[in-house]
């Protein structure tokens, strides 16, 4: 036992000594000189991009092209800074023009490479070749399919040894097997030899994968750039996990012996088998997205071990489990009972335990790795994870039936062998875990993916295709029509047409601009002034739809001799970023992301808290023995006190009464003459016929009334001016008018106050 220990700790400290640095997953420029889109009229002496993680110098590039696609001499690339992030090459003297700068990187971390390009001018604007920096993090199928290959062929040596060490021999270890139990308990442990050897090479292939994808891009048959490679921590690993794959075959091939009957079956070498399928994945974690971040990379390392640990035992365990029950099913009926009991009180246990750290591991990960509700749906990461977690789902369902249902049914039989039920429960009980054995292979084949693409957090939204999106509103005796193109979320432009009721062109506005507010959390609005095209049009640029959610958009119209006249839009950025109009359909997704982006801590803690007690009840089923339900109730109560503490958080800092309220009456020429003549009849007294707090009753009231012309209403939401009028505000003379008003007029009222606070006294203008 001391030999064991001793081993496997000096095989995780020296893994773990390998490297554990942080940095990020996927390279990402995050300053670069000259900026992207820069007008330069003096040029750099180097042309630098520093890197969000650290880069291989040796394989990595730096190209400048001129606009016709020429390339521009430079220097040599260099890593200029002491952790190896920020590369630069040497200008030489460049003639006036527009330039490309094309760089590629190899990370040092993950093996995955990144690319990029943006424009410069000098001494000429950069839009004669490119308007925007790009970069492209593509999934490689070769290498997507060398980590499901390594996950699988550790998911069949993590089963074999702990199936064998965990599951079955506690089973059979101190019971007078009869004969054809023996022969099974030795039949099985070849097999198992066999499908450890299978997993071996499945690992095997996944290195030879890797070293084809490396090289079709660094052509590692060259001495040198093989050796810059191997110095990476992804090389290394590669490497390691090379040695620990030669030991292991080792160890399979010469030391697990079967020969000499059922003695040889719980031996040193098979826990030395376990050590070195342990370190296996440890291999894994050290080049996975957790080891690339910034804080807590060590933590984080470490959890992401546990999580491929856990899913491994359990996919290895699920597949040794099913292999166990179908060739027992030659057995009699009463010592088959009788072993499907057992191993399902001994499966469950181990399972149980390894699924409660998936799941909260998993849920770490997915918080570090993801970066919100919006990228979850948003980015390839996000919908292959949640492909993962469907996957999940099922195999936790099948297994929830087992544990609730089937195994009362088989102490049952147990009880009874000889009952005309017994096989049809045994049948059951098999084709069960089959089923939820092949939906976990399909996990490690999502897993495969999930680990090659760039992270939720750093990727961009699939972004949908460009077009066109008009609306049209009418406000008073005009009608306004707006073109939005592309219609993405970021810069746009915004084609905007007046015409009377004729339908003929409006020429004498003064001024026309354009009011963006967000509507799904406070944070102000911006405005923009559209420039005249003339013959009734007008146009303004810019990145004013800047967030994905829904926005409303106001444009005010101001002519000689009459009040300023307001068009008002609801438009929807979906995921994509695709700008479109509010009621053009309902999608789920985004539906589910836009309520968990406003729940904030709330719906998630309380998630959390539901699994907990959830698991708790799972764990007092599925336990075998007391140190079994202490390990999975200290999962149930990390988990509820997890969700506890974001429960805590969201009712003292981020609950409000109308925190899920949103105004459902578009602020058109209607609803803001009803919310005038409300206002009129009820708030004048205090906020003054203009709102700016200087009614006839302001003096004696303290504190004073608000101004709205102020700019007050900006920082709040519709939701919280609809709560302050119909429930007053405390410690001020705002008075509650729930028995006044009606809610709808409420929300009038709120779209009036709104639109005081962009007017003034000159909203009426003379010639």
């Known amino acids: 036992m001391k030999f064991r220990r001793s081993l496997l700790f000096l095989l995780l400290a020296g893994l773990l ?80 023009g527009a330039y490309l700068v094309s760089w590629q990187v190899l990370s040092t971390v993950d093996g995955h490479t990144t690319s990029g390009t943006f424009a410069f001018g000098y001494g000429v604007a950069s839009t004669a070749i490119a308007t925007e920096s790009t970069v492209t993090a593509q999934l490689s199928p070769l290498s997507a399919a060398a980590r499901w290959l390594t996950l699988t062929g550790i998911a069949l040596l993590m089963g074999l040894f702990a199936f064998r060490l965990l599951v079955w021999n506690p089973i059979v270890a101190d019971v007078d097997l009869e004969m054809e139990e023996e022969a099974l308990d030795l039949k099985l442990a070849r097999l198992g030899i066999r499908i450890g050897i299978i997993g071996i090479v499945l690992i095997g292939l996944g290195l030879v994968l890797i070293f084809l994808d490396q090289t079709r891009t660094y052509n590692l048959l060259q001495t040198a750039n093989l050796q810059t490679w191997i110095g990476t921590r992804f090389g290394t690993m590669w490497l390691v996990r090379f040695l620990l794959l030669a030991i292991s075959h080792f160890n399979l091939s010469l030391f697990v012996d079967v020969k000499n009957g059922r003695k040889e079956l719980r031996g040193w070498e098979w826990w030395l088998g376990f050590v070195l399928a342990i370190g296996l994945s440890l291999t894994v974690s050290l080049i996975s997205h957790s080891a690339a971040l910034t804080e807590e990379t060590v933590q984080s390392i470490l959890i992401d071990w546990v999580h491929v640990l856990a899913g491994t035992i359990w996919v290895g365990g699920l597949l040794f489990l099913a292999l166990a029950l179908w060739h027992a099913r030659h ?120 680990t090659d693409l760039q992270r939720g957090v750093d990727a961009p939204l699939l972004a949908d295709a460009p077009g066109q999106t008009t609306v049209i509103q009418s406000a008073e005796d005009l009608q306004v029509e707006m073109s939005i193109e592309p ?71 101001r002519r000689p001799n009459t009040f300023d006249t ?172 729930e028995s006044q008003l009606t809610e709808e007029q409420a929300w009038h009222l709120v779209n009036y106050v709104r639109r005081l606070s962009v007017r003034d006294d000159s909203t009426v203008s003379s010639q």
């Open 487 to 557: 219609a993405l979320v970021g810069a746009n432009t915004f084609d905007i047409r007046i015409t009377d009721e004729n339908g003929e062109p409006v020429t004498n506005a003064e001024d026309v601009s354009v009011r963006y507010t967000f509507l799904g959390q406070s944070i102000g609005s911006s405005t923009g002034v559209a420039e005249s095209l003339g013959n009734g049009r007008y146009r303004l640029e810019g990145s004013y739809i800047s967030l994905i959610g829904t926005w409303q958009v106001e444009v005010s119209i």
């Open 17 to 96: 000594w390998v490297w554990v640095t942080p940095v990020f997953a996927h390279a990402v420029p995050e300053f670069s000189n000259p900026a992207p889109n820069a007008q330069l009229d003096e040029l750099p002496d180097n042309l630098i991009i520093q890197f969000n993680e650290p880069i291989v110098a040796n394989l990595s590039r730096i190209e400048l092209l001129t606009q016709g696609g020429e390339a521009v001499e430079t220097g040599p690339l260099q890593l200029i800074d002491a952790d190896g992030r920020t590369a630069a090459v040497a200008l030489s003297d460049l003639e006036q």
């Open 331 to 450: 057995l009699n009926n009463e010592p088959r009972a009788w072993l499907n009991l057992s191993l399902m009180i001994n499966f469950s246990a181990i399972a149980a335990i390894a699924v409660g750290l998936l799941l909260t591991s998993g849920g770490y990960l997915a918080a570090k790795h993801v970066g919100g509700w919006t990228e979850l749906i948003g980015t390839a990461y996000g919908l292959t994870l949640l492909g993962k977690i469907g996957l999940a789902l099922i195999t936790i369902a099948i297994a929830g039936i087992n544990l609730l249902f089937v195994k009362s049914r088989l102490s049952a039989v147990y009880e009874e062998p000889e009952s005309k039920r017994t096989p049809r429960v045994l049948r059951r009980f098999s084709l069960l875990v089959w089923m939820e054995m092949i939906v976990a292979l399909l996990i490690l084949a999502a897993a495969g993916v999930l």
């Open 566 to 737: 307001f068009a008002a839009y609801r438009l929807e950025a979906g995921v994509g970023g695709n700008i479109r109009e509010l009621d053009s359909g309902i999608r789920p997704l985004e539906e589910f992301a836009k309520f968990m982006n406003r729940t904030g801590n709330g719906a998630t803690g309380v998630g959390i808290v539901l699994f907990a007690l959830l698991w708790g009840f799972v764990g007092v089923r599925a336990a075998k023995n007391e140190g079994q339900l202490v390990a999975l109730l200290a999962i149930s109560l990390i988990c509820f006190w997890l969700g506890g503490s974001q429960l805590f958080t969201f009712f003292t800092e981020e609950y409000t009464p109308a925190k899920f309220v949103t105004n459902p009456i578009l602020p058109d020429v209607e609803s803001v003459a009803i919310g005038q003549e409300l206002f009129n009849e009820n708030c004048i007294a205090c906020h003054g016929p203009e709102g700016r707090g200087d009614g006839p009753t302001a003096q004696s009231l303290s504190p004073p009334p608000a101004d709205f012309a102020a700019g007050h209403t900006a920082i709040h939401t519709d939701g919280d001016l609809y709560f302050w009028i119909l429930q007053g505000i405390e410690d001020t003379a705002m008075p509650a008018f």
